[in-house]
């Protein structure tokens, strides 16, 4: 994938650089909570009861994600009686997840040892 300014999909109304929509799809996964709730959606389907447990996260921090993500169009909820069940809404997330663990891979321990942002 080539992201670049004369990109129409990137220009015109995404601000003065055209990069704004890229730059807020990797915000909205920069998050390790909304990394986490991705990548546990990658297996299938799940409630928010369901991803607070498998990450230990407080159910009203999954609910605010679960917005922020929902809101970028990322993931989905089908109701289904009292219970929402979300998926992720377009199966290029996987590819693109499937291509950061490749990129991971490749550079090693460069990016978690990045002085700007790499664990600190």
Do not use: W
């Not at 998050?31 to 990658?42: F, Q």
């Not at 389907?45 to 159910?59: H, I, K, P, S």
């Not at 009292?82 to 990016?111: I, K």
């Amino acid at each position: 994938m080539t992201i670049n300014n004369s990109d129409p999909c990137l220009t015109g109304t995404a601000g003065k650089s055209g990069l704004d929509a890229a730059v807020a799809l990797f915000h909205s996964l920069s998050d390790p909570a909304r990394l986490g709730i991705v990548r546990r959606l990658v297996d299938g389907e799940a409630r928010v009861a369901d991803l607070t447990a498998a990450l230990g996260l407080a159910q009203s921090t999954v609910s605010a994600h679960m917005a922020c993500l929902r809101d970028c169009g990322l993931v989905t909820g089908r109701p289904e009686g009292r219970q929402v069940f979300y998926s992720l809404t377009r199966p290029e997330l996987l590819d693109l997840l499937a291509s950061a663990e490749t990129l991971l891979a490749a550079t090693g321990d460069a990016v978690a040892l990045c002085p700007t942002y790499g664990k600190r």
